[in-house]
Each structure stands twice: as structure tokens, then as C-alpha cells.
């Protein structure tokens, strides 16, 4: 049964006069639960991995400042959760992601501060409560298997896409004795979500009151002031959030199962034929008037919890081959949403100490002469100009094959000026793509590629910056990569600051960047110019002369976050694999709650 379930037994046998059930859920042993030291070192490696590999948006600052400043954090965190009155979370800010060359999502950044906090609450938390949830659930579920959650120690859930290809799978295996399938989804479902009824929910699932510090403090994660630039003038602004939790971090998807676990007990209690990931709802039937009955039933559930269906998303789909064509769309589409491979390096392979310039890897002369006829070929079967990339599906399957070049591979200079340029043309066409194409802007600086394919790269990577048509988060994901620590390896950005002539460039277009209202890109040149001077009186200049008044109290913690790193003598920002490698974590059991 494995050692926590075991631990579970013995603690259900346990004479009443030292321990009963009632008592796990207690407010004393919840609270002891979030105070514990494994668990606050657990959240800060969650949190760090989290903004590294998965969130739109990582303000590098505060994971340097935080990573050199660790128990002051801890100590801070302490006394927090000894008192929530101590406790009010700090300013987060919004920026925009594009869906299409039409609309955006507003994701909101939780302060790192706030985010490791919400991660202690949310691990607790899912160590009691995933369990319970019904089995057709696919979303954010915990890692139980150990050996998977010792190789991936910086993850609380199951790598995203085992959830969507179970997902998917079950949905298969569904159709053979289903002739309909109701597919839907919630509308505006993270900003609709009730902070009463979560905290009544929570309360009620760990059977504790709502007025117990655990709660109370949990109530606290949920209500913050937002600042940002209106989009109307470009004012700063500010708004509290009263409703709803934040689209921008991990912590969340949890949370969102808690949400909606009384609506998938009552389908399940009905026996009603259901899967759920997040808000997206599948209900398998034997006939249309039954899907239709089944969505009133959740649609009424739902309205309880005050939320409701999107009627436009909403759809019955009859005939088995219509049902499978669909599922495979949405695999298709699951695809597409996969996080992208970036470099990697990879140690095993060196045969002496990196000297910490290059991003060195060992090149098979043989693999790059069998790639380098075999990938263009295919290519130009594919896409013979960028009249062929004529759809979003295209598009992503043009940045794709980009991302796939091995690194260091000898690339025939004219057909990749080609590939650069359409790419530069892709992005104002098809911004949703965004996150992929600002990587492979970065990517072909690697000093692996020629000097030709280098300097055709830093000619559109500028010419990015330049065009105001390409949408911001672009150039914010660009600044990314650009300051993003590599495990054995400077950032890019200091590689290609060496050359004088590229670093007066570099400045230049970081100080046009840096007038752009949007706080993630500011805050992006911020950590760009600090690791270009290393000295917080020419990034209080930089930030001074760029900013109307009043500058945003993200950036003025910024700025005091690199001065103090500054006085500290900070040493560069270690990767995220290197954290890993001095994290304190051990994982010689499942769980953390019955430790």
C-alpha cells in the first residue's frame, strides 16, 4: 500500500485519548502543517520551478534577491502564518497574453513572496484532498509516483501533459459504447471563481471552521491590490482584487478542484458519464436528449457555485467518427499547448571544466551531415514559401521544425536568413505563438551556430524590438531568454554584451524597451541592466530616467531587491537545476502531512 497509507492506518488505529480523525483536520494541526520547514523548503523550490519552466512571465530579480536571502524569507513567511494579522499580501501587477491577433488574456504576477506562501497552503492542502477527488478528474493532480517525483523534485503536480493525454485517452475509450458526446466549458472560469464559496468549500472538505488562522490566512492569499498601465492612456492604475484567482501561476490549478469538486461529486453521484481538465467538461451519453439533460444538471450545480456554461463553447456531437475527429483536434490542440523544449546542457558530456563563455556541447559530426540533408528536404516539401503558412496550426508546425535544428548544426546561410525572416513576419500574424517564437529568436545566438546564422539572428531579434506591430509579450519573452540563467553557461545576454559595438546596441534597445507600458518588459530590462553594470546606481539612473511618475511598487522593490543584492555582493543567479542540486528537499516519502 506504500508507506503513507500505511502511516494513514496507523493513525486511524491510534487510541482516541492521543488521536482521532477529528483531530487531523484540527486548527492546530493544519497550522503546524504550513509552519513546517520541509514544507516552506518544498514551496520555495515550486515556486522557483514553476516561474522558471512553466509561467508566461519570471521576474529573475526576486529569485536572485530571494535565492541570496532565504531564511530572511523563511522568517518572514513564519511570521506570517503565526499571525495572520501580520500578514497582507504584497502589490501584484497584470499583463496581457495574446490568444489571437485579436484578443488577450489579462494574467495576473503574484509577487514571489506571496507565491511560495500559496504554495505551502496548496500542498497541504492537495496532500489531504486529492485523494477524494473523483478519478475522472485529469487536472493538476499530485505526482505519486516516488521514482517519477525524485527526478522531478521542483514539481507538486504531474507533468501537465500525462493529464491531458489521460484526458484524451479516456475520451477514446469512451466512444465505442457512447453514440454522443457533450462537450463544454466554464465561462471566464478563474475570474468567476467565488473566494466565499472556495473558503466555505475548504472548510467544509478538511471539516475545520472558517474562522480558524489556517483559513483566515488563505483568505488573505486570495485578496490583493493589483497596479497596472491602462490600456486606454497609459496611466498607472490600481484595482483589488475581490474575485476570482489569478492566470499566471501554477498554485492555482489546485485550487480550481476544490472549486468544482461538489459539481463532479453530483455527476458522479448520478452516475452521469463525465471527465473534467480545469473547466473543460466532456459527457459521454447514449443519446442527445440524455447530454442535454446531463448539462442541465452540471449547468445547475454550477449556477450553486456561481459560475455558469459557455453557451458558445457548448456542443453535442453525434455519430462516432464526428466524436473521434473531435477528440483528435483536441489532441492536436493539447499538442500544440505542450511546453516547448528549450537547450539543455548536458555535463555528462564534458570531458573538462566549461570556461563559462560558450554553451558548449559536444557536436556527432555524423547525426549534423544526416540531419542537414534530411531536415531541409523535409522542410521543403512542407513549406515552400510563407504563403504556405496560412492558418495558427502552420504556423505553430513552422516554429516548430525551428525549434527542432539541433544545436550546432551547419545551416545553408541563405535559406535560414529565409526561415528568420518569415519567422519575423509570423509573429505579427500569429501572436499567440509568441512564447515559441521569442525562444527562436534567442536561440540561433548560440555561438554553436556560425557567424553568419548568429549575426542573420540578432538582425531580426532587433528588428523585433523595433516594430511596434509585434505585440509586447514578444519582446518580453525575448528579454527572457536573453537574461534566463543556463546551467553551465553565462546568459545570453552577457555573451553578446563581450562585443562592444553589440553591447552599446543591447543598452540602446533596452532603453527604448524600458518606455513601453508594461511591467513584465520593464522589469525584464531591469535584470537585463543590472547584469550589464552590476552596479544598482546605474539601474536606479536607468529606472529614474525611463519611468513617469509614480513609478509602480514592483519596480521600486525591485530596484531596492538589487541594491541590496549589490551591497551583498551577489554572486551571477545560479540555474534552476543548480538550485535544485543545493536544495535542502528530500523525498524519502510520498507525503509530507503524516511525516
Not at 52 to 68: G, L
Not at 85 to 105: C, I, Q, V, W
Not at 226 to 245: A, F, M, P, R
Not at 501 to 521: D, G
Request: charged share 30%; glycine share 4%; with cysteine.
Amino acid at each position: 500500500m506504500g508507506r503513507t497509507a500505511d502511516v494513514r492506518l496507523d493513525l486511524l488505529k491510534t487510541d482516541k485519548s492521543t488521536f482521532n480523525i477529528d483531530n487531523l483536520m484540527n486548527k492546530d494541526f493544519l497550522i503546524d502543517q504550513i509552519r513546517k520547514r520541509e514544507v516552506f523548503e518544498r514551496a520555495y523550490v515550486y515556486a522557483i520551478s514553476y516561474r522558471i519552466t512553466h509561467d508566461s512571465y519570471c521576474n529573475f530579480i526576486e529569485i536572485d534577491y530571494y535565492r541570496q536571502n532565504k531564511e530572511k524569507l523563511f522568517k518572514e513567511i513564519e511570521s506570517s502564518l503565526e499571525n495572520p494579522n501580520l500578514y497582507d499580501a504584497e502589490t501584484a501587477f497584470s499583463y496581457y497574453l495574446p490568444k489571437s491577433d485579436m484578443f488577450f488574456r489579462r494574467m495576473i504576477y503574484t509577487p514571489f513572496k506571496d507565491l511560495v506562501i500559496k504554495f505551502i497552503f496548496v500542498s497541504v492542502l492537495a496532500e489531504l484532498l486529492d485523494f477524494t477527488f473523483v478519478q475522472t478528474c485529469f487536472s493538476y493532480r499530485l505526482e505519486r509516483n516516488i521514482e517519477k517525483k525524485k527526478k522531478s523534485k521542483g514539481n507538486l503536480y504531474r507533468y501537465y501533459y500525462e493529464g491531458v493525454k489521460e484526458f484524451i485517452a479516456w475520451q477514446l475509450s469512451q466512444v465505442e459504447n457512447s453514440s454522443c458526446m457533450l462537450k463544454t466549458d466554464i465561462s471566464s472560469f478563474y475570474d468567476s471563481i467565488s473566494h466565499e464559496y472556495l473558503l466555505l468549500a475548504i472548510s467544509k472538505q478538511i471539516n475545520i471552521a472558517k474562522d480558524t488562522h489556517f483559513l483566515i490566512l488563505f483568505g488573505k492569499t486570495l485578496k490583493f491590490k493589483i497596479c497596472y498601465y491602462s490600456i486606454v492612456d497609459g496611466k498607472l492604475s490600481e484595482t483589488y482584487n475581490s474575485q476570482g484567482i489569478p492566470i499566471g501561476n501554477e498554485a492555482e490549478g489546485f485550487i480550481a478542484n476544490i472549486f468544482l469538486k461538489e459539481a463532479d461529486e453530483a455527476l458522479f453521484n448520478l452516475g452521469i458519464n463525465f471527465g473534467r481538465y480545469v473547466d473543460d467538461f466532456r459527457i459521454f451519453t447514449n443519446s442527445k436528449t440524455d447530454a442535454v439533460k446531463a448539462s442541465i444538471i452540471l449547468q445547475e450545480f454550477l449556477l450553486k457555485i456561481g459560475v455558469n456554461l459557455n453557451a458558445s463553447k457548448t456542443k453535442v456531437i453525434e455519430a462516432e467518427e464526428e466524436i473521434i475527429n473531435f477528440i483528435e483536434e483536441s489532441k492536436e490542440s493539447g499538442v500544440s499547448a505542450m511546453p516547448f523544449q528549450e537547450e539543455e546542457y548536458d555535463e555528462s558530456k564534458q570531458e573538462k571544466k566549461l570556461n563559462k563563455t560558450y554553451i558548449i556541447k559536444e557536436i556527432d559530426s555524423e547525426k549534423i551531415s544526416m540531419h542537414k540533408e534530411s531536415y531541409y528536404l523535409e522542410h521543403q516539401t512542407v513549406f515552400l514559401k510563407i504563403e504556405d503558412i496560412n492558418n495558427e496550426d502552420k504556423a505553430k508546425q513552422f516554429g516548430k521544425f525551428l525549434n527542432e535544428i539541433p544545436l550546432g548544426i551547419e545551416l545553408e546561410t541563405q535559406i535560414f536568413s529565409e526561415h528568420i525572416e518569415w519567422l519575423y513576419q509570423l509573429s505579427k500574424m500569429y501572436p499567440k505563438h509568441g512564447k515559441l517564437y521569442s525562444w527562436l529568436f534567442v536561440k540561433f545566438l548560440s555561438q554553436d551556430y556560425s557567424d553568419d546564422v548568429q549575426r542573420i539572428s540578432l538582425k531580426y531579434l532587433f528588428a523585433v524590438f523595433d516594430d511596434e506591430l509585434i505585440n509586447t509579450f514578444i519582446k518580453t519573452r525575448i528579454i527572457h531568454h536573453l537574461v534566463k540563467p543556463r546551467k553551465g553557461a553565462l546568459t545570453y545576454i552577457e555573451r553578446i554584451s563581450a562585443r562592444k559595438n553589440l553591447r552599446e546596441r543591447i543598452i540602446e534597445h533596452i532603453t527604448k524597451l524600458m518606455r513601453i507600458t508594461c511591467m513584465a518588459l520593464q522589469l525584464n530590462c531591469i535584470y537585463a541592466y543590472y547584469l550589464l553594470f552590476k552596479d544598482h546606481r546605474y539601474v536606479e539612473d536607468f529606472v529614474s530616467k525611463s519611468l513617469k511618475r509614480p513609478i509602480p511598487e514592483p519596480i521600486q522593490n525591485a530596484v531596492y531587491q538589487i541594491g541590496t543584492l549589490c551591497f551583498q555582493g551577489s554572486s551571477r543567479l545560479v540555474s534552476f537545476e543548480e538550485i535544485l542540486e543545493e536544495s535542502e528537499i528530500e523525498y524519502e516519502s510520498e507525503s509530507i502531512i503524516f511525516q
